[in-house]
Antibody, heavy 116, light 114 residues
Framework: EVQLLESGGGLVQPGGSLRLSCAASGFTFQHYAMTWVRQAPGKGLEWVSA??????DIFYAPSVKGRFTISRDNSTLYLRMNSLRAEDTAIYYCAKTRGASYFDHWGQGTLVTVSS | DIVMTQSPDSLAVSLGERATINCKSS????????????LAWYQQKPGQPPKLLIY???TRESGVPDRFSGSGSGTDFTLTISSLQAEDVAVYYC??????????FGPGTKVDIK
């Protein structure tokens, strides 16, 4: 069974940093691209960043480019978030990415709150 | 970036009746050489992560009830719930995955029981 477990969220001041993790199990992790998707409170879904299975190809949404860094190791996906802003407040989901980039499994999410 | 829109914003349908949600992309998501539309649909219930329903615009994900169907091509797409059940109350999102990221989502359509 595919399982994705996010952690690392919390309350951080504007300008601060956080690192999110997503522990994956139940599938061959290195065979799949992985994606971070976020959802601000009461709002819709926003694609944030993706990394290919071997880590060679990385993409960012314009809203986070230069501030966020996605990475992965053998079984965990990461998102390093710097220079955080109030508008980064959201639930952050990691998603197993199938083929051409749709998402067949999602974690439960971790809440990031940026506030002073 | 491709912009996705959905209509209506919300709808209320009687149990057993048909629900229809529309999704439109600002440019085509049809890859003509392989005749595939790079369009997915997701269902999100309150307090839960999204769940994949449909990919390639009309291919139902394993385990998804056959009352859910997707149609359309190019820039205009539809998700249909043929006979609404109580457990279908949710927000539904379309998502394009054409070309290179960002792979944008529509704003969502909320489905309730009338």
């Amino acid at each position: 069974e595919v399982q994705l477990l996010e952690s690392g969220g919390g309350l951080v001041q504007p300008g601060g940093s956080l690192r999110l993790s997503c522990a994956a199990s139940g599938f061959t992790f290195q065979h799949y691209a992985m994606t971070w998707v976020r959802q601000a409170p009461g709002k819709g879904l926003e694609w944030v960043s993706a990394v290919s299975g071997n880590g060679d190809d990385i993409f960012y949404a314009p809203s986070v480019k230069g501030r966020f860094t996605i990475s992965r190791d053998n079984s965990t996906l990461y998102l390093r978030m710097n220079s955080l802003r109030a508008e980064d407040t959201a639930i952050y989901y990691c998603a197993k990415t199938r083929g051409a980039s749709y998402f067949d499994h999602w974690g439960q999410g971790t809440l990031v709150t940026v506030s002073s | 970036d491709i912009v996705m829109t959905q209509s209506p914003d919300s709808l209320a349908v009687s149990l057993g009746e048909r629900a229809t949600i529309n999704c439109k992309s600002s440019q085509t998501v049809l890859h003509r050489s392989i005749n595939k539309n790079y369009l997915a649909w997701y269902q999100q219930k309150p307090g839960q992560p999204p769940k994949l329903l449909i990919y390639w615009a009309s291919t139902r994900e394993s385990g998804v009830p056959d009352r859910f169907s997707g149609s359309g091509s190019g820039t205009d797409f539809t998700l249909t719930i043929s006979s609404l059940q109580a457990e279908d109350v949710a927000v539904y999102y379309c998502q394009q995955y054409y070309g290179t990221p960002p792979f944008t989502f529509g704003p969502g359509t909320k489905v309730d029981i009338k």
